[in-house]
């Protein structure tokens, strides 16, 4: 599909509103799979490091 112009290429048709929106979900839930492991992991940690300086008293 080819557009003759930018603007053309946002709206895609009467659609673009639909598409641009379920681009912008889809990048919000792939970076929130990336983010939520790496937050998840730095909170594991701390708690081991907690629960090690508890155990050493």
Known sequence: MFFDSFSEFVQMGGHGLFVWVSYGIAAV????NFIS????RKKVIKDIERQMRREQK
Do not use: E, K, S
Not at 29 to 32: D, H, L, P
């Open 37 to 40: 492991p790496v937050l998840a």
């Open 29 to 32: 839930i792939v970076a929130q």
